[in-house]
């Protein structure tokens, strides 16, 4: 599976959009962008994912470029419920129990009262 | 109505001590996992079963013996409990579907059992 460049930590208001972006230059044809999300002390929980169109979900919007070496996770009003560790991570669809999720350090999100 | 359950929540046990962690879906599911979350937060695979059947084995010390009794159910066994193996397990389950959009292959996770070796 392709590596990922996420920053560390962001913050962002209340009521805003907040952008995370994700960096996969190495990202081969057949890899999809998965993002997750891990609130405080709970398992992580699927947000959306996508292979070269955006997606949007009732949690999230995704935005992957052309050349799909970036992507952007856009979740349109945020709220303090939103803030997670997000991690973006690429990989290559498999079936029958071959479905390894490799998390990397993620970013940390804090949404500002 | 919990979709992927674990017991117990908090573990806290003797060096050189056996132990189990439960886990159980009742999403239909036929594929389920196991991570381990260490206290530098990184969140690493270690097994993942499909229809009972082991499919994924991460160089996991064999003191680490899964054990899936039915789809529902993927039991983690430890023997031999060290200081290292001190994390927060969590359980995960997904079922593959091809859909027009290609494989969905969501994974919900349980909430995790923090397992503290003294």
């Known amino acids: 599976d392709a590596k990922t460049t996420q920053p560390p930590s962001m913050d962002c208001a209340e009521g805003r959009a907040a952008n995370l972006p994700c960096n996969h230059s190495?990202?081969?044809?057949?890899?999809?962008v998965y993002w997750y999300r891990q609130i405080h002390s709970q398992g992580p929980q699927y947000i959306i994912h996508?292979?070269?169109n955006n997606e949007t979900n009732e949690m999230a919007s995704l935005i992957i470029t052309e050349d799909r070496k970036s992507s952007t996770l856009i979740l349109p009003h945020a709220t303090l419920r939103d803030t997670a560790v997000y991690y973006c991570?690429?990989?290559?669809?498999?079936?029958?129990?071959?479905?390894?999720?490799?998390f990397g350090t993620g970013t940390r999100l804090t949404i500002i009262p | 109505d919990t979709a992927v359950s674990q017991t117990p929540k908090y573990l806290v046990t003797q060096m050189g001590n056996d132990k189990s962690i439960k886990c159980e879906q009742n999403?239909?599911?036929?594929?389920m996992y196991w991570y381990k979350q260490d206290s530098k937060k990184f969140l690493k695979i270690m097994f993942s079963?499909?229809?009972?059947?082991?499919?994924i084995n991460e160089t996991v010390p064999n003191r680490f013996s899964p054990k899936s009794p039915d789809k529902a159910h993927l039991n983690l066994h430890i023997n031999s409990l060290e200081l290292g193996d001190s994390a927060v397990y969590f359980c995960?389950?997904?079922?593959?579907?091809?859909?027009?959009?290609?494989?969905?292959?969501?994974?919900?996770f349980g909430p995790g059992t923090r397992l503290t070796v003294l």
């Open positions: 995960a389950s997904s079922q593959g579907t091809w859909s027009r959009r290609g494989s969905y292959n969501e994974q919900f």
């Open positions: 190495t990202i081969s044809g057949n890899e999809y």
């Open positions: 996508g292979l070269k």
């Open positions: 991570i690429v990989r290559v669809l498999e079936r029958f129990g071959n479905e390894k999720l490799t």
């Open positions: 999403l239909g599911h036929d594929t």
């Open positions: 079963y499909n229809n009972k059947e082991l499919i």
